[in-house]
């Protein structure tokens, strides 16, 4: 069983950076895909960026330019890096891993961006 856990959220003035991290404790080359999701209070959960095992990446057109996504396949950690906060980015950030059909989910860590 794969656990992953996210690291890295806390309070933060808007313009500032703020670096996630989401630590696998097996070896990430099971997922071919992995993401950074978010959920706002009372709002759906969200992507905000996705990484496939070659390194290919997408983003959500609200953090293009402002989030960076990468992992590390030695370190078994995926990484979100996000410059240019604004108060909208506000949520609780959950990492996600995607392999043979499978899914799994941290447990989340809170991003707050103050105006």
């Known amino acids: 069983q794969v656990q992953l856990v996210e690291s890295g959220g806390g309070l933060v003035q808007a313009g500032g950076s703020l670096g996630l991290s989401c630590a696998a404790s097996?070896?990430?080359?099971?997922?071919?895909?992995m993401g950074w999701y978010r959920q706002a209070p009372g709002k759906q959960r969200e992507l905000v960026a996705r990484i496939t095992s070659g390194g290919r990446t997408n983003y959500a057109d609200s953090v293009k330019g402002r989030f960076t996504i990468s992992r590390d396949n030695a370190e078994n950690t995926m990484y979100l890096q996000m410059n240019s906060l604004k108060p909208e980015d506000t949520a609780a950030y959950y990492c996600?891993?995607?392999?043979?059909?499978?899914?799994?989910w941290g447990r989340g860590t809170r991003v707050t961006v103050s105006s």
């Open positions: 097996g070896n990430i080359f099971f997922f071919n895909v």
């Open positions: 996600k891993g995607e392999g043979f059909g499978m899914e799994y």
